[in-house]
Structure formats: C-alpha cells, structure tokens
C-alpha cells in the first residue's frame, strides 16, 4: 500500500487537480474542479476522500481553486499556500468560499514535511498573485509538477534535472494559437513570459536537459481551443526520437476525464 501513486483528476482550464500519495493517504494538488467529481474520481480508484491530508495550490487562479476554499472550510482540510496566494483567493469574486481558517502558510524553497513526504515550493514566471510549482520527495523518489509557466526558468531546470517522475505543461501549438480564434492579446498573454509554456518550448527543453533519472512524463494543462493531445504528444515525442531518447511513459492528461491510477515503482537506483 505504500508505493507512491499520481492520479490526474482535471488538468486544464476547465479546472485541475491531481492526486499524489499513497495508498493509505495522499495529497491534492489544486482543486480547481468541484468536490463531487473530486470524490468520484477518488472512489473510483479506491482512494479515501477521507485520507486526503492536504491541498497544496499552485496559484489564484480560477481553474486552480474553485473548491479550495469548501475543502478547507467544511471538510477542514488544511489548505498549503503562501500569504500572497491566500489574499488572490479572497479577493477573486469567482470564488464565493473564501479561505478563513483552514490556511497553512509556506515560504518557497522551505521543506514542508508531512509523515513519508516532503513538499517544496518553487517559483514559476506567471500572471497571478503568486506562483509556484512543487517537488516531491517519498522516499527515494522525486515528483515534480510544473504548470502555468510561461518559461522554463533555471529553479525550474533545477527541480527537472532531479525529478523521476514530471508533470508538465504543454499548453498550446504554436500554429493553432497564431491561427486560431483567440483575439490579439489572449494571443499575447498566452505566449508572454507570463504565460503558458507551448508544446514546442517543453519538447525543445526536454529533448535538451534529458537525464536517465527521467522516466514518467506526463503533459498537463492542454488548451481546448489551441492543442490537442495527439498533437501535444507528438511534439514532444518527435523531439525526444531525434535524441534517441525514449522515456518509460510520455503521456498527454485528459483535460475533464481522470487518468488511471499511476502506482510507481521504487527507483532503485541512487540519484
Ligand atoms: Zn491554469
Ligand atoms: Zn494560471
């Protein structure tokens, strides 16, 4: 029961979240869809609601928190965020259940230790309150999620070259953003450093700054109007093929439909 499992529940701008733990507790990261499907999706793979020890948030925006605030005050869950990201949630008028006090404060870069894992916070370059993505460690195995980011920054790099097991995005298709229906500045936002990270950026990085600790990929937050996840997938396969580079899973997220339950084996290897 106690290897780790990863389950993507949402992943997109219709709401995301993720499930990281055990088979005895876990963790969400974001809830940006609404409870009942949370608990479904758990139920599903036989996982307990009830064990859910905490969400970490990423950011303030809407489809990263709709049911932040109804978990942490009336299923008192404790809610993992910086001071600035609490202040964005209170103050988004999306949101009608605000956040009083359910809060766990971090500061990024600080190890937050809970029983068998180890959380930390880094920043990413994106335009909300505050920003970050997370590394996991449990055991010997280290997690990352990257999403919302319109660059790959060196903390960033940093957190990739140590990770085995990697969610990130693949938000957009160049082509389809350039000749899609988006108006000019959505265009602008969605490519600027404070953006989203293009199928294209994340396939050039990965093909790049492989290393053999590497084994899952999993790409997140796909745009429904910019991409698909065919699309997506080959992108970054293509660019990894022409490194002779073949990874033990490269997977597109569904953007509203869960994925299986991911139960990951012991890394063996020291890294
Ligand atoms: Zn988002
Ligand atoms: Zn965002």
């Not at 082509?175 to 959505?186: F, K, N, V």
Request: proline residues 2%; negative net charge.
């Amino acid at each position: 029961m106690d290897r780790l499992r990863f389950l993507s529940i949402g992943s997109g701008s219709s709401g995301n979240c993720y499930y990281i733990g055990t088979g005895e507790y876990g963790f969400l990261i974001d809830a940006g869809i609404n409870v009942r499907t949370i608990k479904h999706a758990l139920k599903e793979k036989h996982l307990n609601f009830e064990n859910i020890w905490g969400i970490f948030v990423t950011h303030d925006h809407t489809d990263h928190i709709k049911s932040v605030g109804i978990l942490g005050e009336k299923y008192h869950i404790p809610v993992y965020l910086t001071q600035e990201m609490r202040d964005g949630i209170n103050r988004n008028y999306k949101i009608t259940d605000k956040l009083v006090s359910c809060c766990k404060y971090f500061r990024k870069g600080e190890n937050i230790v809970i029983k068998d894992f180890t959380f930390r916070a880094f920043p990413v370059s994106h335009d909300a309150s505050d920003c970050v993505g997370y590394s996991i460690r449990y055991k010997n195995q280290h997690f990352v999620i990257a999403t919302d980011l319109g660059f790959i920054s060196k903390e960033v790099a940093d957190q990739i070259a140590k990770a085995n097991y990697l969610v990130i995005e693949a938000n957009y298709d160049e082509d389809m953003l350039q000749y899609g229906t988006y108006s000019y500045p959505l265009k602008q936002r969605v490519k600027s450093y404070l953006g989203h990270l293009s199928n294209t950026h994340t396939a050039n990085f990965l093909a790049d700054n492989w290393h053999d600790g590497l084994q899952y990929v999993f790409l997140c937050h796909l745009s429904e109007d910019n991409n698909t996840r065919e699309i997506a997938y080959e992108t970054v396969n293509n660019a990894l093929q022409a490194k002779g580079i073949s990874p033990k899973l490269l997977y597109a997220l569904q953007r509203t439909v869960p994925s299986e339950l991911y139960i990951f084996d012991d890394i063996v290897k020291e890294q």
